[in-house]
């Protein structure tokens, strides 16, 4: 049995079978042909953090896999009221054939897989949100980027650590540009620096978006201030001064470059108004493919199931 905790449990021919799940998924759908390829099978999702996409991706997706969701805020359930990681797996997995948590350190999600009997999906930790950046590799697909160059701007958090894993796996070129003191996790840097060792990856780092976007086919980036970091938001504004993805910044890229943000998007802080709404078609359809991309994670672990 497989678990979708990071990318870096995956090889690059295991992810492009997921997208490729994706893609076929996607394009049965927009026909209306919703095959049950999880029929009667649930999906707990657990939240201790709040959501929107993920949320409505997940249990929208499993509905249309012919399965049912189960929404577990962390507020509502024992989990919250101090019961153990290690309880509430071994309990939820005996009656779900999946499950999907959004919460803080990696380690508890590791922990909860650790004793579950069933497939655990990473729907967002501190450290990754790897079913984000799979829908972004759709999402660049679908827009003609078979060579990428990503620039990502911004924090050095759960997004750029999920770009690191999956450049270094699928083998393209990303160029983080992060604030002095906000950079990327060491550990996650070095092994990043491993796996571009045995990929076509380029990877870079630096503190100076102008060098990092310069004929960029992608430009990304994310809130300045993630969730759980909301007492930090004053000093944080001061040191992201200078990282906002605006006009500019843009006007350095690959000319027909598009702009990707996984939302929610603070507007005048990590990008401007005029880019955001410039790069919309772009942006909600990479909100759209979080539904697909994750159906095609969801069938692709069933597949996996006796491995
Ligand atoms: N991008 C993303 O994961 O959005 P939510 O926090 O709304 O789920
Ligand atoms: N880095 C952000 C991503 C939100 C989808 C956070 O963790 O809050």
Known sequence: MRHFLSLKDFTKSEILEMIALAQNIKSEAKAKNFVPYLEKQTLGMIFEKSSTRTRVSFETGIYQLGGVGLFLSSNDIQLGRGEPMKDTSRVISRMVDMVMIRTFEQSKLEEFAKYSKVPVINGLTDLFHPVQVMTDYLTMLEFGIDKPIVAYVGDGNNMTHSWLMLATKLGFELRVATPKGYECNQQVIEEALELAKISTAKISFGNDPK???????????DTWISMGQEDEKEERIKAFEG??????????????????????????????EAI???????????????LHAQKGIMVWLDQHRDQ
């Open 276 to 290: 955001f709404e410039k790069h919309a078609d772009e942006i909600f359809t990479e909100a759209e493919n979080r």
């Open 243 to 272: 990282y906002i993805v605006d006009e500019a910044l843009m006007s350095l890229t690959e000319k027909d470059a598009i702009f990707l943000h996984c939302l929610p998007a603070y507007r005048e802080y990590e990008v401007s």
């Open 211 to 221: 060098i990092a976007v310069k004929d960029a086919n992608v430009v990304t980036t």
